[in-house]
Structures are given as C-alpha cells and as structure tokens.
C-alpha cells in the first residue's frame, strides 16, 4: 500500500467501531513509516477526531512535518464537531498567525465554533476576513455566516447575508427560519416559510423549523395549521422532534389534557426533553393535575435532575400550596439532589466576565451590589413587585432580597449596564433556563433606562426592548 491507499481506507472507517478500525490502520500506517505524511496523517487525525479522539488526533497533528489546508481544516474540524470551540478558536489563531492559508472549508468550520461560543465581536472578524480573501461564492459558507450571526443575536446581519446569496439552498432557508424561531418573532417564521414554499420545497427540519417557530413565537394556530398543511401535502416523515413542537404548541395554549393524550398516543418513546416541555406548560398555567402526572415520569427517568424538583415546586408555589413545596424540597435534600449552579457570562473587549449565582469573588461585586439596589429602586417607583416563586416561601424578606441579588443573569446584565455606553445591546448568555424574576428584572431595565437586552439561556433567545421580549413572557 502506499499512501493513497491509505487514505482512502482511512475515509471508508465509519459507524461504531470506527475508532478500532482506525487503530488497526494506524498501527499499520506506522510500521510502513506513513504515519507522518500529509495524505495520511490528513486522513488519520480526521478519522480520529470523527470517532471522538481528538487527543490522538491532536497528536498525529503535531507530528506532521508539513501542514496544509486540508491537515489544519481536519484538526479544527474536529474540535468544533465535538463542541470544543474555544479550542477550536484558539487553535485557528496560532495556526493563522503561523501562515497557515484557509479556504471555505475552514472559514465554514471556524463559524461553527462562534456559534457555539455566540462570540460576535469574532464572528463580525472572521466575516471581515472572508471578505478580504474575496472567496468564491459558496453556500456553504453562506449558510454558515446565517446560523452564525442568528446564534450571536443578531438576526438583522443573518438576514443581510440571507437576501444578497445569488442562490439559496433549503439549508439557507432553514437556517434563516430556525434564526427568526430562536427569537421568539413567530410572524416573521410563517411569512418566510410562505415565500419559501414558492422557491424551493419544504422538508421535514422546515417543518421542525416552522412549529418550533411558530412555538416560541406564541403562534399556536398558525403553527397547527402548517402542521396538517405540510403532513398532507407534502407526506413530510415526522419525528419526534415534530411530535415534541406540537406538544409544546398545544401547551402554550393551555391544552395540557390534549398534549398529555398526544405524548401517549404518539409512535415514539417519550425523552425528558418531550415531558420537560409539557412541565413547563403546566407551570406557566398551573395546572397542579396534570403537572403532577408529568412531573413524577419526569422524576422516574431522571432521579437526579433538581430543574424538574424546581419547576413541580414552583406550579405547588403558584398555586399557593404551601406544603407541597415543602414536600418537593425536602424530597430533594433526602435524595441528595443538587440544582446545578447557575452561571452567566458577559463579553466586554473580548474579556469573557463570568458571574455565578451569589458570587462574592469578582472585583467588582460591591459595585454591582450597589447599582443593583439603585436599580430596584427605580423599578419599584415604576410599581414592579419581584416575582419570588424561586425562592422559598418561609424566608423573611431581607434573605429573598439576598438570594435575588444574587442571580447570576441579574449581576451579568447590570454589569453590562454598568460598562457599556447608552445604546448598545447587553448581551448576556446563561447556562441554565432564566428565572421568571430575572426575566421581569431585565424587561424593567430595558425600559427604564433604554437598553435593548439579549440574553441567550438554555433554551432560548430572550430580545428585551422598551419593557417587552420577543419570548412573550412564555419559556
């Protein structure tokens, strides 16, 4: 064999026992002394990555004599698939400042880890620099920039790269519609699907992307109707993606019976994240009835995950029974269940600002103490009343007043009041779903003192302009 043949049989290893068809190969490629050279090595650091051993990919990299395109799109590559993107980042950094030449490829996978890192002021770089390269055009790429700068928040740039591609792939339409229905602007979701349906045709991730759109953007109808229309017209295979975005429409309009009867009539398992949404449904309705029956499935498959204790304890706190929140947090210190910290994070000058719930270690934690007060101050002459449904019920209110402060969103977005001059956007990103109270917190500041807030959580996008969110209070 020589070192074509190797690479081509490095490309056919695939499927689950990839990784040891790779060692095979590799031990092989080793004693024929190919180990080192760039087809091969190209091809074994990408196989490597490809069956999750980026540490061995890394390290057939850093052997290679010689690097081309193709060897240092591999190994970012392989970074990014595994979620790895600050790696990937700083790995394209040193490569690019040691020469290293890049083409769409590598500029369409260096996107892929801005997404992940919803890093803009890079993204709006890395933008610049195709820009200088005057690339060929490619959809690829395009479609990359889309889903990059939607992830990052700004939809008005995802939809500037949309309307100039000389050509658009269904992939770009997805994108686009997935980008509108992180937001919350449902309208704008069932408008570009209409155009779409008069270019190219619809398949079932546009689908997904529409329901889901049409979910957060609180168009219950408008979605179900799309649903029966796509399902009959254009015999769309459904998955249970779909199922679970007509579960989460259905309980958005507080049909929670009905969702509850399609979870057990549908053709598929249900997974937590399908019973998770109906949860919530019953939370925003508190509807007691139902959310016990989910909550215990819930309970039964994931014994350990605190969200599902929180939340059945909140729809007991809204209800106003008392004991049962007692009985749902002491349930929790019995079996040992620990909430997941919170976190939030803030990029100013490309300084990555870390917040987690009641941090007493930053520099600045007085200070934001301070601005926070002041700023409840003029919350409260505006007549808000926090939501405390969070917190426990048999604390007085100077500890609910500690525990509020605290909050990790709370502190990263007055932070960002704090630091930026009037008219930019605070953006914010959190690790876990934001909280009702964090949620109000931020729409007052929006309106108080004039800032539009982009707070990326868990789940979603929340845009917060002049007192109002694109999530319509429902998340």
């Keep these: 064999p020589n070192e074509f043949t190797f690479a081509t049989v490095l490309t056919s290893c695939s499927g689950p026992q990839s990784i040891h068809q790779v060692k095979q190969v590799h031990s092989l490629v080793a004693k024929t002394n190919f180990e080192s050279h760039m087809f091969v090595g190209s091809s074994l ?5 490809k069956a999750g051993n980026i540490q061995e990919a890394r390290r057939v990299f850093d052997m290679l ?7 240092c799109t591999a190994i970012i590559s392989g970074y990014a698939q595994l ?10 950094r040193q490569l690019y400042s040691a020469g290293m030449q890049c083409n769409y490829v590598t500029f369409t996978t260096l996107l892929t880890s801005l997404s992940g890192l919803a890093s803009l ?25 889309i889903d990059m700068y939607s992830k990052c928040g ?50 079932s991730v546009t689908l997904l992307a529409v329901l889901s759109g049409c979910s957060h953007g609180g168009l219950v109808d408008e979605g179900l109707d799309i649903f029966d229309l796509i399902v009959k017209e254009q015999n769309a295979v459904l998955s249970i993606g779909h199922y679970g975005c007509v579960i989460d429409l259905l309980g958005r309009s507080g049909r929670l019976q009905k969702a509850l009867d399609l979870i057990q009539d549908m053709p598929f398992e249900p997974t937590p994240a399908i019973w998770g949404s109906l949860l919530g449904a019953c939370r925003v309705h508190v509807n007691v009835s139902v959310g016990e029956v989910v909550a215990q499935k819930l309970l039964d498959m994931e014994p350990g995950n605190a969200g599902n204790y ?8 809204a209800a106003g029974m008392w004991k049962d929140v007692f009985r749902v947090r002491n349930l929790m210190l019995e079996k040992t269940v620990t909430k997941e910290p919170g976190q939030s994070w803030i990029i100013l000058d490309k300084v990555i600002h870390t917040f987690r719930s009641s941090d007493r270690f930053h520099p600045r934690k007085k200070d934001i103490d301070a601005k926070i007060k002041e700023i409840y101050v003029d919350i409260k002459a505006a007549g808000f009343v926090p939501n405390l449904s969070c917190v426990l019920h048999d604390v007085d209110d100077e500890q609910k007043e500690r525990m509020l ?26 690790n876990l779903r934001i909280c009702v109270d964090c949620h109000n ?20 996008f929340h845009l917060l302009t002049d007192g109002a969110c694109t999530c319509g209070d429902y998340w």
């Excluded at 650091?45 to 990555?49: F, H, I, P």
């Excluded at 002021?121 to 920039?145: A, M, W």
């Excluded at 000389?166 to 919350?184: D, E, F």
């Design 405 to 430: 402060l605290g909050h990790s969103e709370k502190l990263a977005v007055t932070f960002g009041l704090m630091n930026t001059p009037p008219g930019l956007t605070i953006r914010v990103m959190k």
């Design 310 to 317: 929180v939340i059945l304890s909140n729809i007991y706190a």
């Design 83 to 92: 979620g790895l993107d600050d790696e990937a980042l700083d790995l394209f």
């Design 154 to 203: 700004k939809l008005l740039y995802s939809r500037r790269v949309f309307d100039h591609m000389p050509q658009r792939s269904t992939i770009s339409w997805n994108a686009m519609l997935m980008g509108y229905g992180r937001h919350g602007i449902g309208h704008e979701v069932v408008q570009l699907f209409r155009t779409m349906t008069e270019e190219v045709k619809p398949d």
């Design 45 to 49: 650091l990408d196989m490597y990555a």
């Design 65 to 71: 004599p010689e690097r081309d395109t193709v060897s």
């Design 441 to 460: 917190f931020a729409k007052f500041v929006s309106k108080i003192y004039g800032r539009e807030i982009s707070l990326r959580d868990k789940n979603r």
């Design 121 to 145: 002021d890079y993204g709006k770089q890395v933008h610049g620099l195709i820009l200088r390269k005057e690339l060929p055009f490619f959809v690829v790429l395009q479609n990359s920039l």
